[in-house]
């Protein structure tokens, strides 16, 4: 079992930054997948990045250029930084990793875009 734990959000004008974190516990850390998913007022959860155990990443169209995810093995902790902020990004975000057909979901940090 992982327990995940996500910090960061808040509420930013459009065109701003967050930087978005998400610690991990256990010391398999640095074998995992890691996910950022959002789930925006109204809309279905969405996955947003993936960053593999060899530092491969992969992004949503929707954030691509906007959006980097990163990991720290060592602190056991992805990151997803997010500039150029736009409304449309308002959600809670998510951390999550698959383990044996198993989700663990952090419990998830909001983040507002607005002016």
């Known amino acids: 079992q992982v327990q995940l734990v996500e910090s960061g959000g808040g509420l930013v004008q459009p065109g701003g930054s967050l930087r978005l974190s998400c610690a991990a516990s256990?010391?398999?850390?640095?074998?995992?997948?890691m996910d950022w998913y959002r789930q925006g007022p109204g809309k279905q959860r969405e996955l947003v990045a993936r960053?593999?155990?060899?530092?491969?990443?992969d992004y949503a169209d929707s954030v691509k250029g906007r959006f980097t995810i990163s990991r720290d093995n060592a602190k056991n902790t992805v990151y997803l930084q997010m500039n150029s902020l736009r409304p449309d990004d308002t959600a809670v975000y998510y951390c999550?990793?698959?383990?044996?057909?198993?989700?663990?979901w952090g419990q998830g940090t909001q983040v507002t875009v607005s002016s």
């Open positions: 999550c990793v698959g383990l044996l057909g198993t989700n663990y």
């Open positions: 256990g010391n398999m850390f640095s074998i995992y997948t």
């Open positions: 960053i593999t155990s060899g530092g491969s990443t």
